[in-house]
Antibody, heavy 120, light 112 residues
Framework: QMQLVESGGGLVKPGGSLRLSCGAS????????MNWIRQAPGKGLDWLSY????????YYADSVKGRFTISRDNAKNSLYLQMNSLRAEDTAVYYC?????????????WGQGTMVTVSS | QSALTQPASVSGSPGQSITISCTGT?????????VSWYRQHPGKAPKLMIY???KRPSGVSNRFSGSKSGNTASLTISGLQAEDEADYYC????????????FGGGTKLTVL
């Protein structure tokens, strides 16, 4: 069973940094592209970043470009999001999401989310 | 890219059918067949209900169907059940030059 588990969220001051992790199990992680998506309290979903299966191709939403860095370690079945220069508006639940063996184009597998709160 | 446009709320009685619209532009919904729909119950992660406009993942009820015409995609839920009460989000690939994904603002479905 494909599973994703995020960790690393917490309370951080404006301007601070945080690194999120997403551990994968139940599937061949290195075969799938991965994404980070967030949801501010009471708001909708917001796509943040994409990384190809090999890690060679990366894209970001304009809202986080230059501040966030996506990466992956296929040997550790893990996805990461390094978040720098955090702002109050970055407060959200952060999800990692992926396609699956049966769904090539769509966020089929989601983690449970990890909460990031940016506040002084 | 602006968010895709969805109605803020829709409602229906058990057993009825409802349709949620998702309007985009020629650069996103109208440019490809990579539209997907997600259901989210409070405090839970989103769940994929429809992908590639009209395909259902394994395990999703055939009461859920998707379609698209021009720049507008639609999700139809037939035979409404209490468990269908949730937020629904549409999503489209929008990467004419670079990979980009945009979501709709979400629709709150109330089962009366």
């Amino acid at each position: 069973q494909m599973q994703l588990v995020e960790s690393g969220g917490g309370l951080v001051k404006p301007g601070g940094s945080l690194r999120l992790s997403c551990g994968a199990s139940g599937f061949t992680f290195r075969d799938y592209y991965m994404n980070w998506i967030r949801q501010a309290p009471g708001k909708g979903l917001d796509w943040l970043s994409y990384i190809s299966s090999s890690g060679s191709t990366i894209y970001y939403a304009d809202s986080v470009k230059g501040r966030f860095t996506i990466s992956r370690d296929n040997a550790k079945n893990s996805l990461y999001l390094q978040m720098n220069s955090l702002r109050a508006e970055d407060t959200a639940v952060y999800y990692c999401a992926s396609p699956s063996i049966t769904v090539a184009h769509g966020f089929h597998i989601w983690g449970q989310g990890t909460m990031v709160t940016v506040s002084s | 890219q602006s968010a895709l446009t969805q109605p803020a709320s829709v409602s229906g009685s058990p057993g009825q059918s409802i349709t949620i619209s998702c309007t985009g532009t020629n650069s996103d919904v109208g440019s490809n067949n990579l539209v997907s729909w997600y259901r989210q119950h409070p405090g839970k992660a989103p769940k994929l209900m429809i992908y590639e406009v009209s395909k259902r993942p394994s395990g999703v009820s055939n009461r859920f169907s998707g379609s698209k015409s021009g720049n507008t995609a639609s999700l139809t839920i037939s035979g409404l059940q209490a468990e269908d009460e949730a937020d629904y989000y549409c999503c489209s690939y929008a990467g004419s030059r670079n990979f980009e994904v945009i979501f709709g603002g979400g629709t709150k479905l109330t089962v009366l």
